[in-house]
C-alpha cells in the first residue's frame, strides 16, 4: 500500500500480518487464501489496495510444482506498508 508508506525503517502491525500469513501459505501450498484474497480482511484490504504487485505472486505460484522447494530473500516490510518479500521457486 503506497499511499500508507513512511519513510523510516518501521511496520505496520497489519503489513507484518498480512506478509507473515502470506508466506505461511506459500510453506504450506495453501494458495487458495492467497489467490482469493477474502473481502472483510482488513490486513488483507490494507495491504493489497491495488493488485498490480500482487498479480505477479499467483501466476508464479502457478507455475509451481509440488517437488519445488521454496525459499525467501528481501522478506522485510520496509516503510510502514511494503513488502519486500521475494520467493524463490525450485
Known sequence: NLRMARFDDSAYDWALQFDQRVANWIEQSDHNPI???EKGDQAASLAIN???HYLPLLYSLALRDESDQISFFAD???GGSISMRSVKIG
Open 35 to 37: 489467490v482469493k484474497n
Open 76 to 78: 522485510k516490510v520496509m
Open 50 to 52: 491495488s493488485a498490480e
